[in-house]
C-alpha cells in the first residue's frame, strides 16, 4: 500500500518539473539551497518520505520499490507525467527504481551520493533494530556523523544541529523499515536500464559513500556524466551547495 506523501510545489507555475527526493533521514528542507536557482526557471516538486517531516508514518517492513511506488502515486495524483529528477544518498535509489521501471516517466535524473547497491560492510540492519529497540535518539550520532565534514561542523554548527534535529523528529518504526530497505538494497541489475540522461555526483569527503561508488553508477548507465565535488561529505547539496547547483543548473534545469 502506497503512502500518501507530504510534499510542496515552488517556481514558475507553467514551467517543466524537478522532482527533488531527500536522503533518507532529512526531509525536504535539506533542498533548501538549491531552490533559488532552480525555481528560476523549473517548478520544483520537494515531498518528504513516509515517516518523514510531514508524511505519515507506515506500518509494517517496505522495500525500496514501496518508497518508489509511494513517488509514483504521488506524481500519478498531481498528474504529472513527465518530470526530471534529483535523488540524493541511498534515496537516490528511488530514481534509478523508477527510471529502470517507469522510463516514461523521467526525462533526466541526477543522482548525488549514490550508489548501485549498499555496500555489505555497512550495519543499516543492526541501526533497524536499535531504532525499534530505543528510538531515533539511539541512532542519531551514527546516522548523522557522515553528513558534514569537520570543517562545516566548526563553522556551521548550528546547520549540524538543525538537520540532526530533523532526523530525531523522524517516525523510528519507519525509520527501522527504511534502514532495512537499505541494507538490502542491490540495484546493480538495474542500472543497465536506465536510458535517460544522468549525472552522478560524489562529495570527495564521503565517509558513507567514497566516490567511487558513484564512479560505479556511473559506468553503469549508457549516457550518463560524473562529478566529485571537493570540500563535502555526504549531504554535498548543503555543504556544497555553490557547485551542486552549477551541475544540477546545467543538467535539469538549462
Not at 538537520?163 to 541489475?189: N, Y
Not at 558513484?214 to 561529505?233: K, N, Q, T, Y
Not at 547539496?237 to 546545467?250: F, H, I, K, P
Request: charge should be negative.
Amino acid at each position: 500500500m502506497t503512502i500518501p506523501l507530504q510534499y510542496r510545489i515552488d517556481g514558475p507555475r507553467h514551467a517543466p518539473v524537478v522532482l527533488l527526493v531527500p536522503p533518507f533521514g532529512t526531509t525536504m528542507s535539506v533542498w533548501e539551497p538549491q531552490m533559488p536557482e532552480l525555481t528560476r526557471n523549473r517548478r520544483v516538486l520537494r515531498i518528504d518520505h513516509r515517516g518523514h517531516g510531514s508524511s505519515p508514518a507506515a506500518a509494517g517492513s517496505c522495500g525500496i520499490e514501496d518508497l518508489a511506488l509511494d513517488v509514483l502515486a504521488l506524481l500519478e495524483k498531481l498528474d504529472l507525467a513527465r518530470v526530471s529528477a534529483v535523488g540524493a544518498g541511498f534515496a537516490a535509489s528511488l530514481v534509478v527504481w523508477i527510471a529502470a521501471n517507469s522510463p516514461r516517466t523521467l526525462e533526466r535524473i541526477a543522482l548525488l551520493a549514490a550508489a548501485p547497491r549498499t555496500p555489505p560492510a555497512h550495519r543499516w540492519s543492526r541501526l533497524a533494530d536499535r531504532a525499534r529497540e530505543a528510538g531515533m535518539e539511539s541512532v542519531l550520532a551514527d546516522v548523522s556523523l557522515p553528513w558534514f565534514t569537520p570543517d562545516m561542523g566548526r563553522e556551521r554548527p548550528d546547520v549540524v544541529e538543525r538537520f540532526t534535529d530533523e532526523l530525531g523528529r523522524i517516525d523510528p518504526a519507519t525509520f527501522a523499515s527504511v534502514c532495512d530497505a537499505v541494507h538490502a538494497m542491490d540495484q546493480r541489475h538495474l542500472v543497465a536500464g536506465v536510458r535517460v540522461p544522468a549525472l552522478v555526483v560524489s562529495a570527495a569527503h564521503d565517509p558513507l559513500l567514497p566516490p567511487g561508488h558513484g564512479r560505479r553508477l556511473a559506468d553503469g548507465i549508457a549516457d550518463s556524466r560524473f562529478e566529485v565535488v571537493a570540500g563535502a561529505a555526504h549531504l554535498l547539496g548543503v555543504e556544497r551547495a555553490d557547485r551542486v547547483n552549477e551541475l544540477l543548473v546545467e543538467h535539469v534545469a538549462p
